[in-house]
C-alpha cells in the first residue's frame, strides 16, 4: 500500500506565475489535508477536504489559494499569481473514513515551492 | 483556539544518553500525536495518545499524556544519532476529523 503521494516535490515559479500541487491520499483514504510550513515557522494548516467538498479553509489565505478534491483524480493545491512569500514546503496528509474513531494522518513528502 | 508549546525549542545530547521533550497544551487535549520530521522530509507519525495517564511505547521511544490532559511528554531513552531529527506534538479537536494544531517543534541532535 503505498503511501502519501506528492508531487511535484521541487517546484520553481517566477512571481506572478501559478504552481500547482498534487496529492494522491493513501489508498482507502478519504480525507485529505493540506498543510504550509514556512521557512523558521512551524506546520500550519491551511484546507481539510473530502471527496468534492471543502470542509474546513480556515487556514487558507482568502486570495489567490483554491483547494479541490474531486471524484477521480488527486486533490489539487493551487496557488495563483505566486509571491515570494509563498515560498515555503507545503505538506499533504490523509486519513481513514473510520467514522466516530480517531486516527492519525499520515503525510506525504512534501512539495517545496521555490518563488524566483 | 489551541496553541501548544513544546519545549525544550533544540537538544544536543550525547549518543546513549536519555532525553525528555515536553508538549504543554493551553486547552484540553483530545487527540495528541508526536511525528518525527528530517530535514527537508514529510512527518514520519510516532503515536497517537487519547485518554488521560495514557501511556505507548515504541522500541525506544515512550510517550505520555497526564491525567488532565493537557500536558504530554516524550521520552527517549539510550539515544541514537538516528533518533536525530525535529519533534513536532500535534492536537486536534473534540472530532476526530479536525484538522491538527502543531507545536513549534524540537529540535534534537544527537553526538556519536
Known amino acids: 500500500n503505498a503511501g502519501v503521494m506528492q508531487n511535484p516535490r521541487h517546484l520553481v515559479r517566477r512571481r506572478g506565475q501559478e504552481a500547482r500541487l498534487r496529492c494522491s491520499p493513501m489508498?482507502?483514504?478519504?480525507?485529505v489535508y493540506w498543510y504550509r510550513q514556512l521557512p523558521e515557522e512551524g506546520l500550519k494548516f491551511m484546507v481539510y477536504?473530502?471527496?468534492?467538498?471543502?470542509?474546513?479553509e480556515s487556514g487558507m489565505p482568502k486570495e489567490r489559494f483554491s483547494a479541490e478534491f474531486p471524484k477521480e483524480g488527486p486533490s489539487i493545491l493551487r496557488i495563483q499569481q505566486v509571491v515570494r512569500g509563498d515560498s515555503a514546503a507545503y505538506f499533504c496528509?490523509?486519513?481513514?473514513?473510520?467514522?466516530?474513531?480517531?486516527?492519525?494522518?499520515?503525510f506525504g513528502p512534501g512539495t517545496r515551492l521555490t518563488v524566483t | 483556539s489551541q496553541e501548544l508549546e513544546q519545549s525544550p525549542q533544540s537538544l544536543i545530547v550525547q549518543e546513549g544518553k536519555n532525553l525528555t521533550i515536553n508538549c504543554t497544551s493551553s486547552?484540553?487535549?483530545?487527540?495528541l500525536y508526536w511525528y518525527k520530521q528530517k530535514y527537508g522530509e514529510g512527518l514520519i507519525f510516532l503515536m497517537m495518545?487519547?485518554?488521560?495517564?495514557e501511556e505507548k511505547s515504541h522500541e525506544k521511544i515512550t510517550a505520555k499524556l497526564d491525567e488532565k490532559k493537557q500536558q504530554s511528554s516524550l521520552h527517549i531513552t539510550a539515544s541514537q544519532p538516528s533518533h536525530a531529527g525535529i519533534y513536532l506534538c500535534?492536537?486536534?479537536?473534540?472530532?476526530?476529523?479536525?484538522?491538527?494544531?502543531f507545536g513549534p517543534g524540537t529540535s534534537l541532535s544527537v553526538i556519536p
Open positions: 496528509a490523509s486519513s481513514p473514513n473510520a467514522g466516530s474513531l480517531r486516527y492519525e494522518q499520515y
Open positions: 489508498k482507502g483514504h478519504s480525507h
Open positions: 477536504l473530502q471527496k468534492e467538498n471543502i470542509i474546513d
Open positions: 486547552k484540553t487535549l483530545y487527540g
Open positions: 495518545l487519547q485518554k488521560g495517564g
Open positions: 500535534g492536537a486536534d479537536g473534540k472530532t476526530s476529523y479536525d484538522k491538527v494544531i
